[in-house]
């Protein structure tokens, strides 16, 4: 069964500095891997998707996600940190072999915070 | 365009009553979804609807039904609720039939508690 694994919590980075949101998957064919992320009292909003290609995905607000095969991992990215990226954070994974690709599998989330 | 649109925000339930929570989308989307938000649980799949005319269970469907009006609008019924249905309910929707790699683009949600 497909599954996703979201290893932190929360995350902690000061302004400015570069941040890592760690995300694991197991699926039983190939992955289609998504990034959204959750402002306080609202729903949640797309980030960055890996279809197929480059490994390094690039996204909205100046994310980015590298796809490692090998180590089954699609870890979001951030040079320089903002405050206003602040958020919780969900790695998603669809699988084609699960009900055609309908069903997708939510991380239980890494709380980001970022202090000034 | 006001994307996913859900009613009502809030609610609060006794044990035993039943809700319809409403949401509908001005994307002309085929898919849409509806999923529950539990802390340290991410969001699990309830019901989902590809197209039109279309409903299937999703991961959690007990307790719940679900009815596709229309292109536009997909309802979740509590028939009698449970405290263990006290979450956070979002419905999403998508723009193709069979479109694993679509976006899925979220509702605001609604906020139940059941006492």
């Known amino acids: 069964a497909q599954s996703v694994a979201q290893p932190e919590d929360q995350v902690n980075v000061a302004e400015g500095n570069p941040l890592t949101v760690k995300c694991t998957y197991s699926v039983s064919g190939n992955p289609y891997l998504f990034w959204y992320v959750q402002y306080p009292n609202r729903g949640l909003q797309f980030l960055l998707k890996y279809i197929t290609g480059d490994n390094l995905v690039k996204g909205s607000y100046g994310f980015e996600a590298e796809f490692n095969k090998s180590q089954t991992s699609f870890h979001l990215k951030k040079p320089s940190a903002l405050v206003s990226d602040s958020a919780l954070y969900f790695c998603a994974v669809r699988d084609i072999k699960d009900t055609g690709g309908f069903k997708t599998i939510f991380g239980a989330g890494t709380r980001l915070f970022v202090k000034a | 365009n006001a994307g996913v649109t859900q009613t009502p925000k809030f609610q609060v339930l006794k044990t035993g009553q039943s809700m319809t929570l409403q949401c509908a989308q001005d994307?002309?989307?085929?898919?849409m979804y509806w999923y529950r938000q539990d802390p340290g649980m991410g969001l699990r799949l309830i019901y989902y609807?590809?197209?039109?005319?279309?409903?299937d269970k999703g991961e959690v469907p007990n307790g719940y039904n679900v009815s596709r009006l229309n292109k536009r609008e997909f309802s979740l019924r509590l028939e009698s609720a449970a405290p263990s249905q006290t979450s956070v309910y979002f419905c999403?929707?998508?723009?193709?039939?069979?479109?694993?790699?679509?976006?899925?683009?979220f509702g605001p949600g609604t906020r139940l508690t059941v006492l």
């Open positions: 994307m002309n989307h085929n898919s």
């Open positions: 999403a929707s998508s723009e193709r039939r069979g479109g694993i790699t679509d976006t899925q683009y």
């Open positions: 609807s590809a197209s039109e005319g279309t409903t």
